[in-house]
């Protein structure tokens, strides 16, 4: 039990290193969008060639069948290509890495059915559509123009990035995504959470976007990760009882002004972390007491574990609004009956 509770405070841990590297990232992703815009001048045609694809080959392994011996990696990162026609005939990549060129089209991957991974980020993208390909478990679109989640059909797809993209809706998701476990959408352009019907997903990342509401979340049975931060939420409704293993919650730079929207946290069970700094309810008279009042399970706020004095005091507060409750109701019935 003991190493149990070990592995998922290092598991919160390590969320709560991530949110501190993403103002650095977000300055990034800034960054490059800018150069993107300057992209799109006229591009001036780079297609794949022979000498490349020498250079970017490697890892030689066996093939499916066993009887022979292929490459099974390419790379071909900051070429400037615009064309990849030449990687139809590599039927045997399993890894591809071709961030940071210009590509428009990814349709010669089509024939690469044993692909496991691909990284595209930093190209000239407008859709994600693709071929299915059969055991594509991560893909990477990061830093592009997409604009929507349509096409995304891949049966063994586990972990899917569309970071940095211009990605307004997710209504076009697939709901067949039945291996999907990390999704990150972190700046993009959303505004509502509906279409992420994902009943296997464990983490999802949807800062930096422009969210105002929560819905269609009941779905998410699995979901243990969820950031939230940088956006515009004032009302937290859209969480539900059915979001039944969710531990760490990021809503870090929302309009969270009273704890009646913290109260509505209360319908899940197993949250442990929660961020709520740069919320206007951050800044009220003991903010952390009241947030620990609400939410008794909470083991950590703002990166902060809350101590033994803290839940005492906690405590003796909740269990005295109650008896008060229970007084006030008391008295409206009398009343009622007189």
């Not at 592995?7 to 969008?33: F, I, M, N, S, T």
């Not at 400037?80 to 071709?98: A, P, W």
């Not at 989640?149 to 995504?177: D, F, V, W, Y």
């Not at 950590?300 to 809350?306: A, G």
Request: net charge negative; charged share 30%.
């Amino acid at each position: 039990m003991e190493e149990e509770e070990l592995g998922e405070e290092e598991h919160l841990r390590q969320e709560e290193e991530e949110e501190d590297q993403e103002e650095k990232e977000k300055e990034e992703e800034e960054e490059a969008l800018s150069e993107q815009e300057e992209e799109k001048q006229e591009l001036v045609p780079c297609p794949l060639t022979e000498e490349m694809l020498q250079e970017g080959l490697s890892l030689l392994c066996k093939t499916g069948n066993g009887l022979a011996h292929a490459y099974v990696k390419f790379e071909a990162k900051y070429k400037d290509l615009t064309d990849i026609s030449l990687l139809e005939c590599f039927i045997h990549l399993r890894y591809v890495d071709l961030s940071e060129n210009k590509l428009q089209d990814l349709s010669p991957l089509s024939s690469l059915t044993h692909l496991l991974w691909l990284k595209v980020d930093g190209n000239l993208l407008t859709s994600a559509r693709m071929q299915e390909l059969p055991y594509l478990q991560i893909i990477s679109f990061a830093h592009n123009h997409i604009k929507d989640m349509e096409g995304i059909t891949h049966p063994c797809l586990a972990n899917l990035s569309l970071k940095g993209n211009k990605i307004r809706t997710a209504l076009g998701l697939s709901q067949a995504l039945f291996s999907l476990h990390n999704l990150e959408l972190r700046g993009n352009k959303l505004e509502s959470t509906a279409g992420l019907n994902l009943p296997k997903l464990k983490s999802l990342y949807l800062a930096q976007n422009a969210l105002r509401s929560l819905e269609g979340l009941e779905a998410l049975e699995q979901l243990t990760t969820l950031h939230l931060r940088d956006n515009q939420l004032e009302a937290l409704d859209g969480f539900c009882s059915s979001m039944k293993c969710l531990q760490y919650l990021n809503l870090r730079n929302n309009g969270i002004s009273t704890f009646e929207e913290v109260a509505k946290l209360q319908v899940l069970p197993m949250l442990k972390a929660l961020v709520l700094l740069d919320n206007p309810c951050s800044d009220e008279p003991n903010y952390r007491l009241e947030v620990l009042v609400l939410l008794p399970r909470l083991e950590r706020l703002d990166k902060e574990s809350f101590e033994q004095d803290e839940r005492a005091e906690a405590n003796e507060i909740r269990q005295k609004r109650q008896e008060e409750e229970k007084e006030t109701e008391g008295s409206l019935q009398g009343d009622m009956t007189e």
